[in-house]
């Protein structure tokens, strides 16, 4: 462990020099996580050290205060996503807008998916991830016993985005089954596997983009197309851009709900209290998806590079070093979440989490994000008396904080 700050600010080079030598802590500790290590130990760190240092993947910083990561994703100045998006950093094979990019680059992919994720779209859409949603949790809880991570949340991305991005099912389950084992492959480093993976996801992309350029989709129902019709300065987005942000789209939205869904019903399992409230008030159903994205936040490997020095948090961060943007530690930083550690239905400045990021590079995808937690706990909800843990979570690893595996025992209503 590190042997603090130094007292006298950044003037006295072997005490710099020392602290970027320091390891707080361990991404991937030697014990594997439960439902509540990582969180106990951010807790522990995060008061002492809103900016911790580890020395795994070749070192970097971590930002567990709130105020911290919101600054590094808010000061596009000082802070570039262009150089490292992610920690550990893996086998690179391509820029992928608008996530590689900083403005003014990235804004015309931007617009262009921003246009995707509309109100009215999202409502146009509903039915349908309703259905899907039904579809699969009807047999779960009808057997009495599922395993909610593999059985649904595994499974509820790839139907929804089947649909919003006009592709067959069969397709759509394939980009989850390639997305699973690469993002897997990322855990343990396996830069190889990364590779070819990726390349993979890269052909699937180009697939879907050969289809539309045969036969073109309604702009407005349709993302590829879409991207494939905007221009930048009268001219065309470059052919490789566009299938970088192809590929990126079809990989990102797989992840983060596979990995939340389950941190939900874990929740609501081990309080049976909660559970029938909102089985008795359904309308406060979309508070509680807005508590459990701040209380579980999956996001905690994402990463920007200084573009100078910086002091952030009492450190001193180099031009060039790497930062891991702890979004799971940041929303439950009791400096501005009292009581963090705690869901708090109606929180009062509940606005203020940043699960989904902010500013220039926060997600696009939200809305749709926010519609298909709340139609999960709708349904399962609605169609259950009441469920409770059949078994211990297992937990994903760095990157991402969330569940794996949840088996659940349904009574059904």
């Not at 052909?203 to 129902?221: K, T």
């Not at 259950?384 to 994903?396: N, Y």
Request: aromatic letters at 8%; proline letters at 8%.
């Amino acid at each position: 462990m590190s042997q603090g700050r130094c007292p006298f600010g950044f003037d006295d080079p072997e005490a710099l020099a020392r602290r970027r030598t320091d390891h707080d802590f361990d991404p991937v500790p030697d014990e594997a996580e439960t439902f509540t290590s990582a969180h106990e130990e951010f807790a522990r760190l995060r008061n002492d050290r809103p900016v911790a240092r580890s020395q795994e993947y070749d070192g970097f910083w971590a930002l567990l205060g709130y105020d911290e990561v919101l600054t590094a994703i808010t000061d596009i100045d000082r802070f570039t996503t262009t150089t490292q998006n992610a920690i550990p950093k893996f086998a690179f094979t391509g820029v992928r807008p608008p996530l590689h990019l900083d403005p003014p680059e990235h804004t015309s992919y931007r617009r262009v998916i921003n246009r995707a994720f509309t109100p009215p779209r999202m409502r146009e859409l509903e039915p349908r991830v309703r259905a899907a949603a039904v579809e699969l949790l009807d047999p779960l809880i009808a057997g009495g016993w599922a395993d909610i991570c593999r059985e649904y949340a595994h499974r509820f991305p790839a139907f929804v985005f089947a649909d919003f991005f006009n592709l067959d099912v069969e397709t759509s389950e394939l980009i989850k089954a390639v997305t699973g084992r690469y993002v897997d492959a990322i855990q343990v480093l396996d830069h190889e596997t990364v590779r070819g993976l990726s390349g993979r996801l890269y052909e699937i992309a180009q697939s879907i983009i050969d289809s539309r350029a045969v036969q073109p989709l309604d702009p407005e129902e349709d993302l590829t197309t879409a991207l494939m019709q905007a221009e930048h300065d009268g001219e065309p987005l470059p052919a490789a851009m566009v299938l970088g942000c192809v590929r990126q789209l079809i990989v990102t939205g797989m992840v983060a709900p596979s990995v939340f869904t389950g941190n939900m019903f874990v929740h609501l399992a081990r309080d049976p209290q909660l559970q029938d409230y909102l089985r008795e008030q359904p309308e406060k159903i979309p508070d509680a998806v807005e508590e459990f994205l701040r209380l579980y936040s999956p996001y905690r490997g994402m990463a920007r590079t200084a573009r100078e020095d910086v002091e952030l948090g009492g450190e001193l961060i180099r031009e060039g070093d790497p930062v891991a943007l702890v979004y799971t530690s940041a929303n439950r930083d009791e400096r501005v979440f009292p009581d963090g550690e705690s869901f708090i239905l109606d929180r009062p400045n509940i606005a203020k989490h940043i699960s989904f990021g902010r500013g220039t590079h926060s997600c696009p995808g939200a809305p749709l994000a926010r519609m298909m937690m709340r139609i999960t706990l709708e349904e399962v909800l609605a169609r259950s008396a009441s469920f409770h843990e059949a078994g211990e979570p297992e937990m994903a690893i760095w990157a991402e904080w969330g569940t794996r595996s949840v088996p659940l025992d349904f009574v059904r209503a």
